[in-house]
């Protein structure tokens, strides 16, 4: 099995080679002058792709979405619904949850 690294780790262990070699009176220009992905490589290990940037939302977002996430379950439990406009309802749950955007196709429809 292939060894896997994030970029940070390969530069950690980029570093920590080129002290090694300095304390043991070793060759550690060679490894000095590689950039972290060239280390990887040399090492036999894959570069992970840098994580997605986490999308944070502030508490009043968070309370915001979980209001609607209310409506539409007091919504979805009305028992006057159809088996498709649960269903209808259950994807928008799902979506708002998922941090989608709504479609407003669904609901253009919905009225027509």
Known sequence: MAKVWTLGQAETKRRQAVELLARIGGDS???EEMS????AQSRGA?????PAR???LTKNEIVETLDQAADLVEEALDPELTRE???GKVKELSDLIAGEEPDD???DEAEE
């Not at 972290?36 to 280390?39: D, G, T």
């Not at 894959?46 to 840098?50: I, Q, R």
């Open 54 to 56: 986490r999308n944070t």
């Open 29 to 31: 220009g060679k490894f």
């Open 36 to 39: 972290a992905q060239a280390y």
């Open 46 to 50: 894959e570069l992970l792709p840098n």
């Open 85 to 87: 406009e649960l269903v």
């Open 105 to 107: 196709d669904d609901e």
